[in-house]
């Protein structure tokens, strides 16, 4: 159960570092770039700690996937960002994939 622990883990920490990087601009501003930084790290950290037992590119799927779909939600609902139909059809299949990966692929136990 931790691994799956950790693959959140570190899904929300690269959502929280990629969403910050605009904020950074550039990594001009501190405050900002500390949170890409730490967001980055730490994603890395909890992804390294999934692979112990997490199939690579299982994880990776999962990981690059749902961090895809929740930074495109969190850019529409905190930074104005337009989702026209084929964007929210995209972030659908996207999803779906993740959940074709794990519900009926024997591939994701170790």
Same mark, same amino acid.
């Given at each position: 159960?931790? =691994?799956?622990l950790y693959l959140l883990v570190a899904i929300i920490s690269e959502v929280a570092g990629t969403s910050a990087l605009k904020s950074a601009e550039g990594f001009t501003r501190l405050w900002p770039s500390c949170v890409v930084v730490a967001g980055y *790290?730490? *994603?890395?950290?909890?992804l390294s700690l999934t692979? =112990?037992?997490?199939?690579?590119g299982i994880a990776y799927a999962i990981w690059s996937g749902?961090?895809?779909a929740l930074v495109a939600v969190v850019a529409w609902a905190f930074m104005g960002q337009r989702l026209d139909l084929p964007a929210v059809f995209g972030i659908?299949?996207?999803? *779906?994939?993740?959940l074709v990966l794990n519900l009926c692929s024997t591939s994701a136990t170790h």
């Open positions: 159960m931790h =691994k799956w *790290a730490s *994603a890395f950290y909890f692979l =112990k037992s997490i199939p690579v749902l961090g895809t659908l299949l996207i999803i *779906a994939g993740v």
